[in-house]
């Protein structure tokens, strides 16, 4: 088990208000920090850094576990954090499908999780479970938006054969279809393979416009140089899970060009004066960068900022019911969050209920094009 207190960096220039410390808020963390999957899992712990080491005048104490990219391993951190440690929050997984192994124990133990991953569950499910990207509905309107807009009229799927990529075919089938483009041909692989040769071939045989690619990460880059490498000259699309600078450093040249749909704290620069996660955005990219360096802004370590945000604004409602350390506060938390209203963070303004868990609508995401090795806005 590993402990982390982080100092505060951004309290005093955001001005938030606190009241006399009575007690910890203790916040369990799952995150994939190894495995294939550990490209996401890293840059969001490394937002944790940015917390200031309250919220509402409550100390925070964060206990941090990686499920190594495995569900049952996540799955086995939620039941100790919430069964051993009494966390009062879960954040977690980085993952689709290890989140979606905690959200079960989640709604078992009654505790918040604020997946920072775009989980889907069944009707029912995950009654628990908040999501702090973007639902997979928002981010695959925008690809299908900017395919009408510049005139493709088929493309093909190259994606992950699991949860996260059958949630984007599942979405990208149903709004092609609405708008008349064409999935010319569905290729999976899994996330440890090393090759998609054979899927690229197939994918490139159909004779799309354009070829969407469902990974993230480090493992975007494979398949996008892949289908370059093969001859391909339509467009290229990435997923908001690929929007970092490891698929610019791993793809290179075969990159430029192509088309990422993102969150907005990956270029707060292209939006509007008049967004309300504009001026939030860019504080966060300047406080981040001035940590760790020009270039490395990220939206999976906004993900664990905007944590903050959400917590910020319904930890002092919570407070009212209880304390932290009960069940009274961790069910308060939760009617917090879906009655609280509008809250804008990074990645735009999130607005949970009770029937829906992810808040975002389309002014949350936005597409990016990769222009001379750097992230440019999409015309």
Known sequence: MKKVFHASLLAAALGFAVTQANAEITIGVDLSLTGPASGLGIPVNSGFALWPDNIAGEKVKFITLDDGSDPAKAQKNAQRLISEDK??????????????AMGEVAAEGKTVQLAAAPAEFPEGKGTWTFRLPQSTAVMAGGVIDHMKKIGVKSFAFIGYGDAYGESWLKELTKLADKEGIKITDVERYARADTSVTAQALKAIASKPDAILIVASGSGSAMPHTTVVERGFKGKIYQTHSAASRD????????????FVVS?????????????????IAT????????????????QFAAHAYDAYLILSQVVPVALK??????????TALKN???THG?????????TYTKDDHFGFDKQAQMMLTIKDGAFAAAD
Do not use: W
């Not at 504080?283 to 990220?298: C, H, I, L, M, S």
């Not at 019911?321 to 961790?330: A, D, L, M, V, Y």
């Not at 509008?342 to 999130?350: A, D, E, L, R, Y």
């Open 247 to 258: 698929l610019i450093r791993l793809g290179g040249k075969a990159v430029e060009g192509s």
């Open 342 to 350: 509008s809250i804008p963070i990074t990645q735009g303004v999130i």
């Open 263 to 279: 969150g907005l704290a990956v270029l707060p620069e292209g939006l509007p004066a008049s967004h309300p996660s504009k001026k």
């Open 321 to 330: 019911s209880g304390k932290p350390g009960t069940q009274e506060f961790r």
């Open 87 to 100: 966390v009062d929050v879960i954040i977690g997984s980085s993952t689709t499908t290890p989140a979606i």
């Open 336 to 338: 917090a969050l879906e």
């Open 283 to 298: 504080d966060f990219v300047n406080a981040y960068e001035k940590k760790y360096g020009a270039g490395t802004r990220n």
